[in-house]
Nanobody, 119 residues
Framework: QVQLVESGGGLVQDGGSLRPSCAAS????????MGWFRQAPGKEREFVAR????????DYSDSVKGRFTISRDNAKNTVYLQMNSLKPEDTAVYYC????????????WGQGTQVTVYS
């Protein structure tokens, strides 16, 4: 079992940046590919980004490609999501996930962090 704790969401103006992070409890952090998903009000949870265990490969949804960057620091058991050029349609609760396979989530979720972009 791995526990995930997100932080770093917030309120930001259209065009601004945020960098949420997700800290994992487990020492064997490198056992897991890590992903970010998001859920906007009234919508289903959707894939945002994924990074493989040693950070060699990343994947992004089309809606965030070129604006968001996922990274991980295995020494700190932490994964990050650098979000630039934010838009109001990026407003959602962002969830960290461990154990994802391609764009499908794994079994471990964080509690979520709210990101709100206003124009």
């Amino acid at each position: 079992q791995v526990q995930l704790v997100e932080s770093g969401g917030g309120l930001v103006q259209d065009g601004g940046s945020l960098r949420p992070s997700c800290a994992a409890s487990r020492r064997t952090f490198t056992d897991y590919a890590m992903g970010w998903f998001r859920q906007a009000p009234g919508k289903e949870r959707e894939f945002v980004a994924r990074i493989r265990r040693y950070g060699i490969s990343t994947d992004y949804s089309d809606s965030v490609k070129g604006r968001f960057t996922i990274s991980r620091d295995n020494a700190k058991n932490t994964v990050y999501l650098q979000m630039n050029s934010l838009k109001p349609e990026d407003t959602a609760v962002y969830y960290c996930n461990a154990g994802s396979v391609l764009r499908s989530p794994g079994p471990h979720w964080g509690q979520g962090t709210q990101v709100t972009v206003y124009s």
